[in-house]
């Protein structure tokens, strides 16, 4: 059994704790936790399990680390704290551990990531003889290893589409929602996930990870960036109000553009209201989806849609992140030491699985 720590229980946090408990060749030995409220509680408890798993929660990082886990299941966020998103991760590489996060965007695509980012990542390998993988749904397997599984089932493919479309009402991040994207605010805002060569710098890696799966040479990166503001106000069940008037939808695309054409682009729909830009695509039944069009021939177009605690999607989203890492662990533990990603990383069958009792 692998030593497996789980490390933040947030929205990804929970479903690792979850996934870990599952899977065959893990054991769950410690859940680190930032809030000292949630000290002391049982891991059972904080992923939402309704029973215990006899693990307490503790925020010692030292005392964990020192225990020399086999693998990290980083799920402390890094949107807001990069910097110290990269420190904590190469701690627990340097001790010799596996680590598997989405944490660090620059890394979902590691060959074209930035040195200061990097360096110090290959130097703890070097050091300490851990791993790291980074991914996640988008970025990650939405737009990586589905739709490069995809393209093989076509004879001609002349441009990748991959979309997430969500209803951000259904998300419980108050924080990311209002000002990382910037719903409910006025038109005015400049949003810092939507500023110039912010969205290229989190998904240009999954555009460049599908180029260079694909053998195609890309000339540049681009980015298309569109605001609607609602024509009413609107109450979420999570978020509170969003007023008339304030941001009530986005749509962006990043461009891989090959022989001067967009061949390869990642596309978000999203909106805080489906009433927002009803002329934009929309999921199936309206709460959110990932898709991915290969225009070619034939043409295919396949859709997923995840739900997890009570149906909500975006948990359902989060809960196919956490496996697509936690699931690769024993893999990566098999491995040499070293910094991968998607395409060294195989997604695999969840072979030991079927039928067996839920945690």
Known sequence: MVSTIVWGTGNVGRAAIRAVEAHPALELTAVLVHDPGKAGRDAGDLAGLGHS?????????????????RAVVYAASGDIRPD?????????????AVVVTPSLY?????????????????????????SLFVSGVDPGWGNDVLPLMISGLGTVVDAIRCQEIFDYSTYDQADAVRY???MGQPMDYEPPMLSA???????????????????AELGEIREIVERRPLDATVTTATMGDFEAGTQGAVRFEVQGVVEGEPRVVVEHVTRIHPSCAPDWPAPPDGDGAHRVIIEGRPRIEVTVEATDEGGNRSAGGNATAAARLVNAIDW???AEPGLYDALDVPLRPATGRLGRKRP
């Open 53 to 69: 798993l006899g693990v307490a929660a503790t925020d010692d990082v030292d005392a964990v680390l020192a225990a020399r886990p």
């Open 197 to 215: 060569g912010v969205p290229s710098m989190v998904w240009g890696g999954q555009v460049r990870l599908i180029a260079r799966a694909l053998g």
């Open 180 to 182: 990382l994207v910037g």
């Open 106 to 130: 620059a890394l979902y695509d590691q060959r074209g990531a930035p040195p200061e980012v990097r360096e110090p990542v290959l130097a703890a390998v070097a050091e300490g003889g851990g």
């Open 332 to 334: 990566l533990v098999g």
């Open 84 to 96: 110290e998103a990269l420190a904590d991760v190469v701690r627990a590489i340097r001790g010799g």
